[in-house]
């Protein structure tokens, strides 16, 4: 069921582009399985809109999104395209299975774009926003259109723009700030002048997509809201292209916690924040900074004893919103060393994950082999190992064993055994300066890959001694990124498994990029 009502005029609709404008930060790369898995959490998140990608880019965009249109329900499953027919026909075909299906379709409107990027005119621009509005209404009730880099465009021909996408049948216009230049105040009057210019734009939704270029796209969203939007276009953890877009988490809160202000809400269920956040950067990589507003892990630590005192008087003296209130109290302790596997399924579904068969009996495996190494097994630590294993994929490579030697007179040397997708088993060997830097080495001489270490991240998923270890790996080969997780009571094996899952994804990227070159280029080149 969705949360949605078209009729509620305060009601800020949130629209998801975690996996579109997301995905195309550098270096991320998800796969399909990982993008269901997202967009699940998403719904239950209570988002209004995903927008699933970009099904021309390539025929795995295509794939992920038509699965996404077909798996969750719940929210608008929305497809980016072009303002060019074969790219509204392809997001079309994906999204058709969907119980609520949108079309997003967009072109430039500001003078350096139709100069230099499309190389036409203001008329080709008139031409294509019509045709392409015209063509996406013929198939889907939900048409959105973009007017992209509408902050650096003439207002009024925008305004022009916009009035065809309304005559046409857009059910929603969005106004992007692409490049992250514009201000709250500028964005505000750039709102009532195009309104003023094209009254019918009074008619539909209108929409703010905000980059982060200036650390302005939750401000410069929040101004377009209250200049009459209502929507908002935003990722998790603020991901997206360059400096990324408007954080979902931060407009989320901000539109909660001062409702005294606008009188504004969201369907958002907040309690799911933290934990989609978590989700998100697991899977992609970027790790969120622990100051990060409202989902950083500082968010809600206090470090001066005044501070500290006040906050054990009364939490209000210097908290403006309670941790509870973003899901950031999920440490309790849920299941014990000899709990079963009916308990761990239960405990599971009720963290939101539904887990069967196989995928129960692997989770189920490695909470043995934590619960044997931890005093305490955690919901954040379910979490964590679910999703490790959630990332397992039939077809990759995978860490089968690993064995590194160190003593403090003589270098470590690691073995390892890797298994590769078609299912034999490679083995390798290293020293190196540190243990860490020999399974490394170990793993690339087992698969006879050649990569580039260029992040490598620790972090505890809980506190205390024993707690679970994850790390995050992000190598570069022939001009391709592509980052990977691992989580182990063993911080060695952490490492080792992060870093082979970084290396089956640039693998699979580079196979998939080789046989998609063709289209994919072409079409990446032109993407926002
Ligand atoms: O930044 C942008 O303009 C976009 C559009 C496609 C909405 O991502
Ligand atoms: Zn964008």
Redesign the pocket.
Known sequence: MSNQDNTDVNRVHIFD?TL??GE?SPGISLNASEKIEIAQQLARLGVDVIEAGFPIASPGDFEAVERIAREVHGPTICA?ARAQAPDVDAAWNAIKDSERPRI?T?I?TSDIHIEHQMRNTREDVLKGARASVAQAKAYCEDVEF?????TRSDVEFTAEVCAIAVEEGATVV?I????GYTTPAEYTKFFEDLISFAPSLKDVRLSV???DDLGLAVANSYAGVLAGARQV?CAINGI??RAG?CSLEEIAMLIKVREDVHGLHTGINTKELARTSRMVSRATGYVVQPNKAVVGKNAFAHESGIHQDGVLKERETFEIMDATEVGFDSNQLVLGKHSGRHALKDALEQMGFAVDGEALNQAFKRFKDVADKKKQVTALDLEAIVSDEMRERPQSHDLDWFEVQASSDSEPVAKVRVKLPEGEIAEGSSGGDGPVEAIFSAILDATGAAAELREYHVGAVTGGEDALGEVTVVLRADGRTASGQGVSTDIIEASGRAYVRALSNLLDGSAIAEAEEATADAVKEH??
């Open positions: 582009t579109r404008d195309q980016l997003h967009f430039s973009s007017t992209m880099d509408a969005n992007p700030d692409t490049v997509h905000c980059h276009e997206g292209e877009n993407t926002p």
